[in-house]
Each structure stands twice: as C-alpha cells, then as structure tokens.
C-alpha cells in the first residue's frame, strides 16, 4: 500500500503540481525507495537521492540494543538494563542531531558514547568526547578546571563487547551520509496521530470513516479548528456564538500547548506521558494486531 501510494505521487508530481521530487525522506522500508529508483519518474537526468529520517534512525539503537539484551540473555543488574538502552539511544540521536551538517563529526561523537562509557581511571578513552567548559564529558571538565575524578564503574565487559560492533555498523558512512541534513518524517507523523485520534488504530473502521478521518484531519493539522468551522458552514449548518468560541479557545490552547512543550521545565512530564502513550499502544497492537505501521502492507 505505501509502495504504491508513493509511486503515484512521484508519477503525477508534473502533471498535477509541475514539480520533480529529488529527494525522498525514508523510514528505513527499502522497498518503498527501491520502487521509485525502479521507477525512473524523471529519467536519467534528475535521479531521486534518499534521506533517512534520523527519529527512524535513532529508533535503530534501542532495537538493535534489546535484540541483543533477549538474544545474549544480558540482563540484570550491571549489565544491559532498560535505563542503559534509553540512555544509548538517546545519546545516539544527539550525536546525530548534533552534527547535520558533518558524517565525521557524527561519527566521532557516536563512538564517544562508547569509549566514554568504558574508560576506567586506569584506562582512559576520552579522547573523542568534547573539552571545555560546556563538555558533558565529566572527565574533561575537571580537567580543565584542574581538579580530580574518579571514574565510575565502566559497563560489564560482556555487554561492552555486544554494543561495539553494533556502535561501528549504525556509524558506517553510507547510512550517516543519509542522515546529512538533519531530516525527520516529525510532520506526518503528527498529522498520522491527528487522523488516529478521530479512527484509533486499535478500533475497526471502514474505508469511508477512514477517510473522512484523514479529510478532517488536514483541515485540523493546517488551520485548526477553524477547519472545522469551515466544513460546518459547507453543509449548512448554523454556526453558533458559542461554537465559534469553542473553536478559537481550542486553538489558542493548540498554540499555548506547544510553547509550553519547548520549555525545559516541562520535559520530565512530556517523556513520561510519551512513554505512557507507548505502552498504551502496545497494549492495543498485542490485543488486536498491528493495523498500522511503516511497511506493513507491502
């Protein structure tokens, strides 16, 4: 369904938009970019590149890092725990965002985590983690200031051994490169969640109410609630004092929302409603199936 539904877009770019789309946002499915290369919309003089969406990437990590920790059996204390993955991932997706604009310095950073991570007081393996006063490097910035620190215990020798060659492959050139730019699919994957908050996924719906989700969902995703208004007046219904203030409250509390979420302060609570959220969904996929997903139809 994806393969095809983007294979369409790309074949009717010129004829309905006048435009050629050079370059394609991915999700790590290779069948999708492989059915556009295949396809050769443009010809061979305007070849399609592809970026990788580097939130799908950062993904990669952790489940590279819980298929080992199942597989090697490394779990427990001191080894591969919940909290060291989320950290390893979250570490990865920084050194990503971080440096868009350079596959070396990404790479650097990645495999910083790592030697970070091993070092020992006896061993040190600083040399790739940042200096100065801004450093998170802890080692570092007691050297710069000239004080003393005593390294904490380094990870297990056994999960060490696991996540290297694991580091050194999601560090290769060819997938970093991809990664240049700093692209994500964050915009469809937010109007996705608009049109499952209208059909939820775990919720048997038919192509019809599927589709007057996905309607209303980009009047709501582009303009709001004001989108909503302008449906209601398309089919004559009297629109109401109070519905109108209902519309703009809804809005501006949209807008108050989201400043309020680029505030520190409040980042504790947005990762633990988010991870709330994802155990929520995963509860419905067990009970239901997976209904959606990147892929999946192929």
């Known amino acids: 369904m994806e393969v095809t539904a983007i294979t369409e877009m790309f074949t009717a770019s010129q004829e309905k938009y006048g435009v050629k789309y050079g370059n394609y946002i991915g ?15 443009y010809g061979d003089d305007f070849p399609i590149t592809k970026s990788e969406c580097i939130g799908h ?7 590279r ?10 779990g427990g204390k001191g080894k591969f725990t919940d909290i060291l993955i989320k950290k390893l991932t979250k570490y990865y997706g920084l050194a990503i965002r ?32 940042p200096k100065g006063e801004d ?18 215990a ?22 970093l490169e991809r990664c240049l730019g700093g692209h994500t699919q964050n915009a469809n994957e937010s109007y996705n969640s608009t049109v499952w908050q209208l059909a939820p996924k775990h919720l048997h719906a038919g192509r019809k109410i599927v589709e007057i989700a996905a309607f209303i969902a980009v009047c709501v995703f582009n303009e709001g609630f ?12 009297k629109i109401g004092t109070t519905c109108k203030m209902f519309a703009d409250s809804v809005d501006a509390n949209r807008i108050r929302r989201q400043e309020r979420r680029s505030l520190t302060s409040t ?32």
């Open 267 to 298: 980042k504790e609570v947005r990762l633990a409603r988010k991870q709330e959220l994802i155990e929520q969904n995963e509860m419905f996929e067990e009970a239901e199936g997976l209904l959606y997903g990147p892929g999946i139809a192929d």
């Open 135 to 152: 450093t998170w490097c802890k080692y570092n910035l007691a050297q710069t200031f000239g004080a003393k620190y005593n390294h904490p």
């Open 57 to 63: 990437i950062e993904k990669r990590m952790g489940s």
């Open 154 to 175: 380094p990870l297990h020798a056994e999960v060490a051994a696991n996540i290297l060659p694991i580091c050194e492959d999601l560090s290769r050139e060819e997938l």
């Open 65 to 74: 890092l819980r298929n080992v920790k199942k597989t090697k059996k490394l």
């Open 226 to 237: 004001f989108g909503v208004l302008k449906i209601m007046e398309t089919l004559e219904i």
């Open 27 to 41: 999700d790590g499915d290779s069948k999708t970019f492989k059915a556009v290369v295949d396809l050769n919309p």
């Open 98 to 129: 971080r440096n868009v604009e350079s596959v070396e310095n990404m790479k650097k950073d990645i495999m910083a985590t790592y030697l970070h991570m091993i070092s020992t007081n006896k061993n040190l393996r600083h040399e790739n983690c």
